[in-house]
């Protein structure tokens, strides 16, 4: 088996330019990831306040060792975001990662990363991916374990990649409710976006926590976490492992994940050192263990709870 690598996906949030590039500073001096994800994914309108430090922020995570991708639009509505898209396509010198079928079909076979934003629910369609050029798929998190190895098996040629930390895309629309959730509408939405760095908490009826808005995607309210599940995805045959950025200490986050790799630390005590660095946050492992997204499944105690 290949050596285990920790990837930083992109940062789904609104941050202003400053502190964007400062977060990837530290990642750069601090986080010891093997390969991080940089560039807007989920709304072209935000990608004038990380444009003027993008070149910065490469060279510093070069010099440091990291490995650099850059991210595709999770979705193209626009004549301007396809331009965007091609550009980015046509000019990197840089893998990309694409988070749409639309960027797989103009990249057109060249070497690059699939997100985990594109629906690879099997091993067929993970087998035409690769063919097509995919050297590494970050698989959806709202898999079950038994179908990322159902897949890892299928597949044993492909690189997998599978998130451990971070909220959960679930869903991106072409309107912006987080706009709508502050009176105002997407062509107009002044960014507000940006009050909320890391999304917009909603609730239900009964004011239970249910799902984040950021901007126009939707995220899962709990913090995906696999710290004991991390062992089975590496037999299964998945080699990477995906931090995805909150609003937190995430140099922090992945040396515990680091440290949790290299067996120097078991995983309820990474698990308890991940709770004190994103204080206030609420974790779930549902999907892995085929439950409710919003699941807690204790394996210790061989007990599940709802967060």
């Given at each position: 088996?290949?050596?285990?690598?920790?990837?930083?996906?992109?940062?789904?949030?609104?941050?202003?330019?400053?502190?964007?590039?400062?977060?990837?500073?530290?990642?750069?001096?601090?986080?010891?990831?093997?390969?991080?994800?940089?560039?807007?994914?989920?709304?072209?309108?935000?990608?004038?306040?990380?444009?003027?430090?993008?070149?910065?922020?490469?060279?510093?995570?070069?010099?440091?060792?990291?490995?650099?991708?850059?991210?595709?639009?999770?979705?193209?509505?626009?004549?301007?975001?396809?331009?965007?898209?091609?550009?980015?396509?046509?000019?990197?010198?840089?893998?990309?990662?694409?988070?749409?079928?639309?960027?797989?079909?103009?990249?057109?076979?060249?070497?690059?990363?699939?997100?985990?934003?594109?629906?690879?629910?099997?091993?067929?369609?993970?087998?035409?991916?690769?063919?097509?050029?995919?050297?590494?798929?970050?698989?959806?998190?709202?898999?079950?374990?038994?179908?990322?190895?159902?897949?890892?098996?299928?597949?044993?040629?492909?690189?997998?990649?599978?998130?451990?930390?971070?909220?959960?895309?679930l869903a991106?629309?072409?309107?912006?409710?987080?706009?709508?959730?502050?009176?105002?509408?997407?062509?107009?939405?002044?960014?507000?976006?940006?009050?909320?760095?890391?999304?917009?908490?909603?609730?239900?009826?009964?004011r239970q926590?249910?799902?984040?808005?950021?901007?126009?995607?939707?995220?899962?309210?709990?913090?995906?976490?696999?710290?004991?599940?991390?062992?089975?995805?590496?037999?299964?045959?998945?080699?990477?492992?995906?931090?995805?950025?909150?609003?937190?200490?995430?140099?922090?986050?992945?040396?515990?994940?680091?440290?949790?790799?290299?067996?120097?630390?078991?995983p309820e005590?990474?698990?308890?050192?991940?709770?004190?660095?994103?204080?206030?946050?609420?974790?779930?492992?549902?999907?892995?263990?085929?439950?409710?997204?919003?699941?807690?499944?204790?394996?210790?105690?061989?007990?599940?709870?709802?967060?």
């Amino acid at each position: 088996m290949s050596m285990t690598e920790l990837t930083l996906g992109p940062v789904y949030y609104l941050w202003d330019g400053p502190k964007w590039r400062d977060f990837y500073f530290r990642i750069a001096d601090e986080a010891p990831v093997d390969r991080v994800i940089l560039g807007e994914t989920v709304c072209s309108k935000r990608q004038h306040f990380i444009e003027p430090h993008m070149a910065d922020v490469v060279e510093r995570l070069e010099r440091a060792g990291k490995s650099v991708a850059f991210s595709s639009l999770a979705l193209v509505t626009l004549e301007r975001e396809g331009r965007t898209v091609k550009d980015l396509i046509e000019t990197a010198n840089h893998l990309i990662e694409v988070n749409d079928l639309s960027a797989i079909g103009l990249i057109k076979g060249r070497h690059h990363l699939v997100g985990p934003l594109v629906n690879v629910y099997n091993g067929p369609t993970a087998s035409l991916l690769a063919q097509r050029g995919a050297e590494r798929i970050c698989l959806p998190p709202e898999l079950p374990f038994k179908s990322v190895a159902q897949i890892a098996a299928a597949v044993p040629n492909v690189a997998l990649e599978v998130m451990v930390f971070g909220r959960m895309p679930l869903a991106i629309s072409a309107r912006c409710a987080h706009a709508r959730s502050k009176g105002r509408i997407k062509d107009n939405c002044q960014f507000v976006c940006g009050e909320e760095p890391d999304g917009l908490a909603i609730k239900t009826l009964d004011r239970q926590s249910f799902l984040v808005l950021n901007g126009v995607q939707t995220m899962s309210h709990a913090c995906q976490l696999l710290l004991s599940e991390i062992k089975d995805l590496q037999e299964a045959g998945v080699n990477a492992f995906r931090l995805s950025p909150q609003d937190c200490d995430m140099a922090r986050i992945a040396s515990i994940f680091r440290e949790t790799l290299s067996g120097s630390v078991e995983p309820e005590e990474a698990a308890a050192l991940v709770a004190l660095s994103y204080p206030g946050a609420v974790f779930s492992n549902g999907f892995h263990h085929a439950r409710e997204g919003a699941a807690w499944v204790s394996r210790a105690k061989n007990t599940r709870q709802t967060l």
